[in-house]
Every structure is written in C-alpha cells, then in structure tokens.
C-alpha cells in the first residue's frame, strides 16, 4: 500500500485581512489588500491631496481636505461669540481672527456666507474671483474693494490697527449691515445684520468653502 504525502506551505508571518499562505512564505491576498503579509489595503481610485488608503477604498484626508478621495477643499471657519467679556488684545476672538486669516490659502473658493446669531442663515457671496479676493486680502492683510455682488458691497480694509471684513462698501464705520473686526479691542467690534459700533453679544461666523 502506497502512503500519501501531503505537503503544506509554511509562512513565517501569518497572512492577514483574509489572506493565504500559498507558498513559502508567500501570501496570497484578497483583491482589496497587498503587500508581503497583505497588510496594505487598497483604494481602487487614488486618494488625492496628501490623503492616505487607511481601509479598502477608504481615504483617510487632511484636514485641509474631503470627499471619498480628498477632493474638495474643506471650508475654512471663523466662528466666535461676542459680549460683555470681549477684551483687547490677545483675545480669543482676535486670535481666531489671526489664525483664520492665515489658513485662507491660495485655492479655488465656489463661495464665502456670513452669518450669525442675528442671521442664523446668513448672506452668501457667490462671485467665485471676488471670494478669492476677498481670502487673499484677509491673508495677505492687504485692502479689497469695495466689489458688489449679490446685493452687497463686500470689502476688506484696515481698522484700529487690524483688517475687518464688510459688507457695507465701508471700512471702519458704523454702519448697519455685516461687519466682523474682531481685533479692534472695543465694543465696536462688529455686527451680523446689525448696527457695527456698540452691538448687543451676539455670535459672528464666517465660513470660506
């Protein structure tokens, strides 16, 4: 009587996410996975701007970027509360002021929408080369407009040392309308719908997509 032999393939590191040992030290793998041990998952369209395959045709993005590949610019957000306890200086909401400007990066914007606890929805600027100017000038700390669209005159100017953000046509007054300087150290620091020299607290947001 003739014995059968059966021969197994060994592999040192087991195979992963559903792979076989199929050879000596060979992984076989699954067609979302790759790699010596199949541990690379694979995205069947490439991840975009920086972002990384983290799952089977899952991109895990930046945080400048979204979307199922990271193809969207993700919105740049100023949002902050203002009242009584707003202070000079290196105050919170002037901070955020600072650090927002600096994150509106040179890149195609589709609109920028202002809006508040006066305007929960807000008024939006659609003019795709106008939002641009208007992100480079906050950037750069550098005047913009006024440019009218979308029945407003939207502008950036400089205010008590710092640039504001308005849709008045005029920087540095106190007109009624939509007006953030949230750097200007004084209860004149703006308003949503509203009267920009000694408003009621409110919350002002500003949100660049």
């Given at each position: 009587m003739s014995a059968s032999i059966y021969f197994h393939s060994i592999c040192s590191q087991q195979c992963s996410n559903g792979g076989s040992c199929t050879g000596p030290n060979f992984c076989t793998?699954?067609?979302?996975?790759?790699?010596?041990?199949?541990?690379?998952?694979i995205c069947s369209l490439q991840c975009l701007n920086g972002g990384n395959c983290t799952a089977p045709n899952i991109c895990t993005c930046t945080s400048s970027w979204t979307g199922s590949r990271c193809e969207t610019p993700s919105p740049i957000i100023?949002?902050?509360?203002?009242?009584?306890?707003?202070?000079?200086?290196?105050?919170?909401?002037?901070?955020?002021?600072?650090?927002?400007?600096?994150?509106?990066?040179?890149?195609p914007?589709?609109?920028?929408?202002?809006?508040?606890t006066n305007?929960?929805?807000?008024?939006?600027?659609?003019?795709?080369?106008?939002?641009?100017?208007?992100?480079?000038?906050?950037r750069t700390s550098t005047p913009y407009g006024p440019v009218f669209s979308d029945g407003y005159l939207w502008a950036v100017g400089l205010c008590g040392g710092f640039y504001e953000l308005t849709t008045t046509g005029s920087v540095c007054q106190?007109?009624?309308?939509?007006?953030?300087?949230?750097?200007?150290?004084?209860?004149?620091?703006?308003?949503?719908?509203?009267?920009?020299?000694?408003?009621?607290?409110?919350?002002?947001?500003?949100?660049?997509r």
């Open positions: 793998c699954t067609s979302s996975w790759t790699g010596f041990q199949c541990e690379t998952p100023y949002s902050q509360g203002f009242g009584a306890s707003y202070i000079s200086g290196a105050s919170l909401q002037c901070t955020a002021w600072l650090t927002f400007q600096s994150q509106l990066v040179s890149r914007y589709t609109s920028m929408r202002i809006k508040g305007d929960p929805t807000g008024i939006t600027l659609t003019n795709s080369a106008y939002v641009l100017g208007l992100a480079t000038a906050l106190c007109n009624t309308g939509y007006t953030l300087r949230p750097c200007i150290g004084n209860g004149n620091w703006g308003a949503i719908n509203g009267h920009a020299c000694g408003a009621s607290s409110q919350t002002m947001t500003v949100i660049f």
